[in-house]
């Protein structure tokens, strides 16, 4: 599990290592620089030609540790160097003077970054990294801007993009990445959506600081990993039968949205649910029954939408319930989501318009427990909780609505957080933008319902649920990039269970 910690605790952190391993500040940068190498060496030639362009602080001192490594290794480099080289930190100045002579570094005065012309295929942005504490301007700025206007160069930012802060959001301009290698801990900022189009891909790579040192510093977020996810899944033996995979039901559809919770219930088969039922408007009946032969559906009285008729329905027989894809908000759907929610007392993933329900009649939250998932993307969460400034608000909120209504509030998008009652926070590693498409979410729903019938318990079930949804996206878009579409992920499923090696 790796943990997420904030910039003045990643400091703490770094200085109480140095101290306990008896290991000196320049062996960290070391251990950093040649992990950092590590990756570099996978993903370039050694004909491409390099730029590292180093700030005055411990970020450009790894910049430089970093060309040393490379130069070493055959790379064509060269470095600049950006900002106030008399304020140099003192490893910065030590991985100076250990550069090779025959290595070029060029000292860039404000003329030469306003008259700079680049001949290079990638960028190492090592200028500023955790330390920045205020917004770009001078020097840092010129560069960022210039370096962000360049086509057809790869940008790959040290630890952090520079003039992005760890922990707060964007004011002014950073670098515009196109991959981070962030050391050790993911920094929280990176998390946020606003920050996507300076982050790009995030790499994580370890740098010598193990878990069980990092514990006394946890602030109780966490990046998701696929060995924390494979451990959480339950082994089933060769005498299992249908019963052992759990009944799941998926409650939703109206005229015109049937495919919605269609599309929830085969997420749920492919997630290995042993039973999917639907429930829907009389409507959606046949367009089921036809594509879709191994579901049972429930048809409700309502041929349009559905409606509540009388008694418990018999609901409370199901091991889970997904509620919500394609039901719409109509007067009678709020009446069958207070009498479900009134009657179902198990697990339950809550979605789409039924959440959007929930934030018009706030009565209905008493309704939620423990057992209930909470699945918003971000206009849901907003009409549920209010506007939100920028999304450290809203990862903010989705804390306190967990705790304030002991549920579970899944934040969906990149990086997608889990919020549980007790205070703990989990993003998601996986996942791509080619699956910001239309039924992403109904596919989620089917797949965390599946988990929690399957009895996975509710935190197990939404980790799982969220980490594989990501991991079968990946998987879907491998060969069809930006036409991929929300079946595509379902398709992908059962090759997930393979990536994760869980049969
Ligand atoms: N022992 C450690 O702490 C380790 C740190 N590492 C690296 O060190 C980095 C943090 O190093 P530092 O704390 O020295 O910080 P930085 O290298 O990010 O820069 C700090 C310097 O920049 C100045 N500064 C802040 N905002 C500025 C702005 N907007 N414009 C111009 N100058 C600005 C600060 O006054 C300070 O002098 C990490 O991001 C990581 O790359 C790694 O080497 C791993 C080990
Ligand atoms: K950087």
Known sequence: MLEIISGSSVKKLDTDFITEKGITSHRLMENAALAFCDWFEENYHRNDKV??????????????????????????????????????????????????????AISMSSDDIAHMEFDLNVVVDAMLGIGVNRPL??????????????SNVRKVAVDIPTGLPADECLQGEALKADVTVSFQYPKFSLMFPEHAGYVGVLHVVGIGIGNKFMRQFTESKYYLQPSDISKRHLNFSRFAHKGDFGRVLLVGGSYGSIGAVRMSAEAALRTGSGLATC????????????????VQ?????????????????????FDAVGIGPGMGGSAETVTFLESFLNVYKGPKVIDADAINILSNHKKLLNYLDKDAILT????????LVG????????????LEFSSEHSC????????????FPDGTQYFNSTGNKHMATGGAGDVLTGMITSFLGQGYGTKNAVLCGV???GLAGEIASEDKKRGTIATDIIQAIPKSYLQLNVD
């Not at 900002?83 to 100045?93: H, I, Q």
């Not at 429930?279 to 191994?294: K, M, N, R």
């Not at 309502?302 to 018999?314: A, I, S, T, V, Y």
Request: proline share 4%; aromatic share 6%.
């Open 376 to 383: 918003p993307h971000i206009k849901e969460f907003e009409r």
């Open 408 to 419: 579970v509030l899944v934040l969906k998008g990149a990086h997608t957080s889990i919020s």
């Open 297 to 317: 559906v429930i048809s409700s009285s309502g041929e349009k939408r559905l409606c509540w008729d009388e008694g418990d329905m018999g609901v409370n027989r």
């Open 51 to 104: 730029g590292i362009f180093c700030g005055p602080g411990n970020n450009g001192g790894d910049g430089l540790a970093i060309a040393r490594l490379l130069w070493r290794k055959g790379y064509d480099i060269i470095v600049f160097l950006v900002g106030d080289t008399e304020k140099a930190s003192a490893d910065c100045r030590l991985n100076r003077e250990l550069l090779p002579d025959k290595l070029p």
């Open 137 to 150: 301007a001078g020097d840092f700025l010129n560069m960022v801007v210039k370096l962000n206007d360049l």
């Open 387 to 398: 506007h939100c400034e920028n999304h450290k608000q809203r990862l903010g909120k989705a």
């Open 467 to 469: 980490f594989q949804h």
């Open 279 to 294: 429930f829907v408007p009389a409507c959606g009946v046949d367009v089921i029954q036809a594509s879709l032969p191994e």
